[in-house]
Structures are given as structure tokens and as C-alpha cells.
């Protein structure tokens, strides 16, 4: 901890890096005059925004299959699972051969792995597994949705700067 003052009123501080508590950038060893807050507010929005639209994208564990994996959440992941899920419902699901030579009939083929690292192998879904896997998809992006809406509402009562810089994406629920 170092002691410096204020240029504006030669106030004697003590000072850790980051922001003190009146929204001050503390900078090596003088003050810098922060944003305005709402300009704080802004920039802070933008970067949960782009938080969470990672998150909706990084994947999600189901154990739709009985064995717990990773699946995918790009969009395009997101509307095949969305396309399957309509699908299943059809009356001939269980009956007809929907991907001829590649699983049999009533069930469509997923990849997934083990670890979220880990190499993809595909899975033959059932109905009720893809009815489970769809509902999972719903659960990952609902939690994201609340977590995001949940540091919205931190972010519009937060009063100061340093109120505004504790609020990140990585926090725990």
C-alpha cells in the first residue's frame, strides 16, 4: 500500500491498485478520473452481454443417454436439438428409419464427448433421450438467461464504480 494525495484537493490517501471508493482509476501512483457512471454502466452492460451470448454457445452436460456428456450449443447445435425435438414427436418416429445405414429406426445420432476437452464420438438418441437432451438445452440457456438478467439488476441499482467493477460474469451464483 503506498500513500499519495489528490490533485484536486491535495488529499493524503492510501491506495491499492484499481478503483478507489469514490470511482477514481488508481494507476501506478497517481488518480485518474473515471468514466462518468452511466458510461460505466454502458461498457459494463456490453460486457455481460457478450458474457452471456458465450455462455448460450459453450455447451452443456445432459445425462439424457444414462452416461454423463458434454454436448455442444452453437446455434446450429441448438436447432438441429430444437429440429429433433419436434421430430420425435411425429407418430412414425419409433417406426421409420430416418438415417438410412446410420442408426436405426427411432434414434438420430449426436455427438457428444465425456469432457468438455475430450475427442466428440456420436450417440444414437431415442425418443424419450432426445425429449431429455431438448429439456437439458432449455435448462442451460434458461440458467444462462437468470444469471444475465440476475447482473442486470445488480448493474442498475450499483451506485458507484467499484460497485459496477465487482460485478463480473465469473462470480459465483
Not at 455442444?72 to 430444437?82: A, K, M
Amino acid at each position: 500500500m503506498m500513500l499519495w494525495y489528490k490533485p484536486q484537493n491535495l488529499e493524503l490517501r492510501s491506495w491499492e491498485p484499481g478503483l478507489d471508493e469514490e470511482g477514481w482509476e488508481v494507476v501506478d501512483d497517481f488518480f485518474v478520473p473515471a468514466l462518468p457512471l452511466e458510461n460505466l454502466k454502458t461498457m459494463k452492460k456490453e460486457e455481460l452481454v457478450q458474457a452471456a451470448a458465450s455462455a448460450y454457445t459453450e455447451g452443456f452436460w445432459s445425462k439424457a443417454t444414462g452416461e454423463t456428456l458434454f454436448y455442444d450449443s452453437e446455434v446450429e447445435d441448438q436447432h438441429i436439438l430444437e429440429s429433433l425435438y419436434n421430430r420425435v414427436q411425429e407418430k412414425d418416429w419409433k417406426t421409420t428409419e430416418r438415417y438410412k445405414g446410420i442408426c436405426p429406426a427411432g434414434q438420430a445420432p449426436i455427438r457428444a464427448r465425456k469432457e468438455i476437452k475430450g475427442v466428440k464420438a456420436v450417440y444414437f438418441h431415442t425418443k424419450e433421450q432426445l425429449i431429455k437432451l431438448g429439456k437439458d438445452l432449455e435448462s442451460h440457456i434458461i440458467a444462462v438467461k437468470l444469471k444475465h438478467w440476475r447482473l442486470q439488476e445488480r448493474l442498475q441499482v450499483a451506485e458507484n464504480a467499484q460497485e459496477i467493477e465487482q460485478i463480473t460474469w465469473n462470480e459465483k451464483d
